[in-house]
């Protein structure tokens, strides 16, 4: 083993019996999708067939307006994680860990440890995109974020999404796999609900599937049912019946376990579409604030709590998962810091009259234009850097003193009850919200810049 995954496997942790009744605490389940679009999948009004998710929302809650934390992979996983802002975590944009320091702060609280302290097992099992070790930069690992398990990849599953050759399992390379990421990802985590878990514990169970990222494949018996087996259309949304396909198998287990009815299961993904035709009617993709970008499906089951076959149309998103396991669970949310997500508790028990969103939901990327944007009730605002930074995809971190310092301007004002595309701009008539909403967008962005990690002085 590699000198630099000693440290990363020391940080295993050895299991000490819970304080919790298994038989009373819930399991946790989080599936996360990869750059799926708000228009993929069946519930949502998309063309690729997703009975086992169609089958969540309907033993659960489907929010209608459901956002990312980010426009792009990784500082969206560190919210989910942390029910922070991502800049707060360290995660300015998307990792490069050959090239950058940037990783998921050791400072932060995850859900794993949240879970962990309470005598849950944990396993991160997917995608990882948070920071890992290379031979040049130390890094924390899952393994130090809460997670007893872990196998995972840096980035994407390489070449592709058949036979990949980059998985790492509990700091060990595991070398080239037979089969489709999605699929493989299942396998392990059946293989550790059997064998790896304490038995008489609740666990959490971290499922980041790699699909429909690019380079993507499928096999050609789903792709053909889409289309032509070259067609890059056909071959995505081959993908993500893939994925649903070993959802189902997931699903299944929980059923066999006879624990389904006691598992809190969240469905979502990570950022929109980098396709067009899959984000709807939204403006907008993948790499971009505007609500294709950020807007993705968000279901929350737990057939034992939450009432089945329920649509919310009030807005939420991967900040809130934090907050709203801790209200679900009845558990302290982190006093220390914080936490910018709101806990929908009332929302998905059916009591939308006790739910208030302490502070509306923002995102910040450098390479999108524009570069902030703010959800306030139906009222969407954005605006544009007022000094000079790069748009390129690829971060660097000597950017980080202008991003922290800079302030915005060209802001454009919508009102998505009216129009969800981001077509009209009401600014100009509505000078009072505007500057309200300037004001709140402003305190917010002084509040996580305080806090953002200089990492080209670390």
């Known amino acids: 083993m590699n000198a630099f995954w000693l440290l990363a496997f020391s940080c295993l942790s050895i299991y000490v019996a819970p304080s919790l009744s298994a038989q009373t605490q819930p399991n946790v389940v989080i599936l996360l999708a990869d750059d799926l679009g708000y228009k993929d999948v069946g519930c949502y009004g998309g063309p690729v067939k997703t009975p086992a998710i169609d089958q969540l929302a309907k033993d659960g809650v489907r929010f209608t307006d459901f956002y990312s934390g ?9 919210t989910l994680l942390t029910g922070r802002h991502h800049i707060r975590t360290g995660v300015y944009s998307w990792i490069s860990d050959e090239s950058q320091n940037s990783h998921l702060l050791l400072r932060e609280y995850t859900i794993a440890e949240i879970l962990k302290d309470r005598g849950y097992s944990t396993a991160h099992i997917g995608k990882w995109h948070l920071g890992l070790p290379t031979k040049n930069r130390s890094k924390p690992t899952p393994g130090h974020h809460g997670f007893d398990y ?6 994407n599953a390489s070449p592709s999404h058949k036979n990949p050759k980059n998985f790492i399992r509990n700091g060990q390379a595991v070398g080239p796999l037979e089969g489709y990421s999605c699929q493989l990802v299942a396998d392990e985590a059946i293989e550790w609900l059997d064998n790896h878990r304490h038995p008489k514990a609740p666990f959490f169970l971290n499922l980041w599937f790699h699909e429909p990222h690019a380079p993507i494949a499928a096999p050609d018996q789903i792709v053909s049912t889409y289309g032509e087996l070259k067609d890059r259309a056909a071959i995505y949304s081959g993908t993500i019946e893939n994925s649903d396909r070993a959802i ?37 993709k993948k790499g971009s604030n505007w609500d294709g970008g950020i807007r993705v499906p968000g279901v929350i089951s737990w057939p034992a709590v939450i009432p089945k076959n329920r649509v919310e149309k009030q807005p939420a998103g991967l900040v809130d998962v934090l907050p709203t396991l801790c209200g679900l669970l009845n558990l302290d949310v982190p006093q220390d810091r914080l936490i910018d997500g709101s806990d929908l508790t009332p929302l998905l028990k059916g009591k939308p009259e006790q739910f208030k969103r302490h502070q509306p939901m923002f995102w910040h990327l450098q390479k999108s234009r ?5 959800r306030d009730g139906n009222f969407s605002l954005v605006a544009n850097p007022d000094y000079e930074i790069s748009t390129s995809n690829m971060f660097q971190e000597h950017w980080i003193p202008s991003i922290k310092d800079g302030g915005y301007k060209d802001f454009q004002l919508f009102d998505l009850s009216k129009d969800p595309g981001q077509t009209r701009n009401i600014a100009v008539e509505n000078p009072q919200l505007l500057t309200k909403l300037k004001v709140t967008l402003l305190e917010i962005n002084q509040s996580i810049m305080a806090d953002g990690t200089d990492w080209d002085l670390q």
């Open 150 to 155: 872990w196998f995972t990849t840096w980035n």
């Open 70 to 78: 980010c426009a792009v992979c990784s500082p969206s996983r560190a």
């Open 248 to 284: 189902s198998r997931i699903a299944e287990k929980l059923k066999t376990m006879g624990v389904r009815e006691n598992t809190l299961i969240i469905y979502a993904s990570d950022n929109g579409s980098y396709r067009d035709d899959r984000v709807g009617n939204l403006r907008g």
């Open 370 to 374: 524009p570069i902030v944007a703010m």
